[in-house]
């Protein structure tokens, strides 16, 4: 065989780790940019620390109402029991407010009780999720620290195949070398193949004797039955 051909297949090589390598490279960069859910987290937080703060001015509100009902109820009383009420319709018509009035002071309460409820809830949600971003955070220092590592020797080893790519590029035939570069970027992980018992490796395809004795005879590779990838003996 001659030696143009095991430099394609050196070349292949090469180009198989480059692509292993850039997945890699992906693969921490989108490592990087989730950071272990913590932006996610983060933005949970606000969510939920907007959410608390509703319930908390829904709170102060409400107490406010309530006071006020109290100090009317008190107001009423003063009158109520204050020697001025002329006659019985008239205290009646005081207890009737007063009783609506507590009502409403009732109602209230419930509303706050319910309030109350959520705010603790919600309280407790919060306090999860900032444990949760504190672990998560110190987890993450080492682990990105780690990433950052690992792809800094993934882009040195990168850059070595880079150049050991363009050394070997240049022994190869320019037609024969970009024949092999478009089949190996159609397919994804190969460009040449060796023949294997009369099959095609790139197409699982039994090749005709006819064509097995071509590549035998062909001192370059050739383009296989099947039009995909570059094939020799
Ligand atoms: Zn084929």
């Given at each position: 065989?001659?030696?143009?051909?095991?430099?394609?297949f050196?070349?292949?090589?090469?180009?198989i780790?480059?692509?292993?390598?850039?997945?890699?490279?992906t693969?921490?960069d989108?490592?990087l940019?989730d950071?272990l859910?913590?932006k996610?987290?983060?933005?949970?937080?606000?969510l939920?620390?907007k959410k608390?703060?509703?319930?908390?001015?829904?709170?102060?509100?409400?107490?406010?109402?309530?006071e006020?009902?109290?100090?009317?109820i008190n107001?009423?009383n003063?009158r109520?029991?204050?020697?001025q009420?002329r006659?019985?319709?008239?205290?009646?018509?005081?207890?009737f407010?007063?009783e609506?009035?507590?009502?409403t002071?009732?109602?209230?309460?419930?509303r706050?009780d319910?309030?109350?409820?959520?705010?603790?809830?919600?309280?407790?949600?919060?306090?999860n999720?900032?444990l949760?971003?504190?672990?998560?955070?110190?987890?993450w220092?080492?682990?990105?620290?780690?990433?950052l590592?690992?792809?800094k020797k993934?882009?040195q080893?990168?850059?070595?195949?880079y150049t050991?790519r363009v050394?070997?590029?240049k022994?190869i035939?320019?037609?024969?070398l970009?024949l092999?570069?478009r089949?190996?970027?159609?397919?994804?992980?190969?460009g040449?193949v060796?023949?294997?018992n009369?099959?095609s490796?790139?197409?699982?395809?039994?090749?005709p004797?006819?064509?097995?004795?071509?590549v035998k005879?062909?001192?370059?590779?050739?383009i296989?039955n099947?039009?995909?990838?570059l094939?020799?003996?």
């Amino acid at each position: 065989m001659p030696e143009n051909n095991y430099t394609l297949f050196e070349l292949q090589d090469l180009d198989i780790k480059k692509k292993s390598l850039i997945n890699g490279i992906t693969n921490i960069d989108k490592k990087l940019e989730d950071s272990l859910g913590i932006k996610e987290l983060n933005l949970n937080l606000e969510l939920v620390i907007k959410k608390l703060n509703e319930q908390k001015k829904a709170q102060i509100k409400i107490n406010q109402l309530r006071e006020l009902n109290e100090y009317e109820i008190n107001n009423l009383n003063t009158r109520l029991y204050s020697g001025q009420i002329r006659n019985n319709k008239e205290a009646e018509a005081i207890k009737f407010e007063i009783e609506s009035k507590n009502e409403t002071v009732q109602q209230i309460s419930t509303r706050n009780d319910k309030v109350n409820e959520n705010i603790k809830k919600i309280d407790q949600i919060k306090e999860n999720l900032e444990l949760k971003i504190l672990s998560s955070e110190e987890k993450w220092i080492d682990i990105k620290n780690n990433l950052l590592l690992d792809q800094k020797k993934y882009k040195q080893h990168l850059e070595k195949i880079y150049t050991e790519r363009v050394k070997i590029s240049k022994k190869i035939d320019k037609q024969l070398l970009n024949l092999y570069e478009r089949f190996f970027s159609l397919n994804g992980n190969f460009g040449i193949v060796k023949i294997d018992n009369d099959l095609s490796p790139c197409c699982k395809i039994k090749l005709p004797n006819a064509f097995v004795e071509k590549v035998k005879i062909s001192p370059t590779p050739i383009i296989c039955n099947c039009g995909k990838s570059l094939i020799m003996e």
